[in-house]
């Protein structure tokens, strides 16, 4: 049974930083997409970022250059470096993973990884004031 368990969200003011962490076990998958989605109150889910079991990342246009996902190298841990944050980024995030090679082929869209997951965590709250 696949688990993700995200930590390190908060109330930070606006420019600060956050790093949020998903600590994944009981998957054996060679080929996934793991990533991060946010839902804020009222709206759609969101997709953030993705980072293919390659290495290869993709992310939303909304956090381009503030935002930056990393493996640990026994790949049990995904981290998102979260920098120069702003009030329209709180939101609750998640993590999660869409496994086999369709997942892989739209890991590059970082949309993706909010409407086609195969698990997700329960979420962590970030929340932004200016």
């Known amino acids: 049974q696949v688990q993700l368990v995200e930590s390190g969200g908060g109330s930070v003011q606006s420019g600060e930083s956050l790093i949020l962490s998903c600590a994944a076990s009981g998957y054996t998958y060679s080929t996934y997409c793991m990533g991060w989605f946010r839902q804020a109150p009222g709206k759609e889910p969101e997709g953030v970022a993705t980072?293919?079991?390659?290495?290869?990342?993709t992310y939303a246009d909304s956090v381009k250059g503030r935002f930056s996902v990393s493996q640990e190298d026994a790949k049990n841990t995904l981290f998102m470096q979260m920098d120069n944050l702003k009030p329209e980024d709180t939101a609750m995030y998640y993590c999660a993973m869409s496994v086999g090679l369709r997942a892989y082929g739209r890991c590059s869209d970082a949309s993706s990884i909010a409407r086609d997951f195969n698990y997700r965590g329960q979420g962590t709250q970030v929340t932004v004031s200016s």
């Open positions: 980072l293919k079991s390659g290495g290869r990342t």
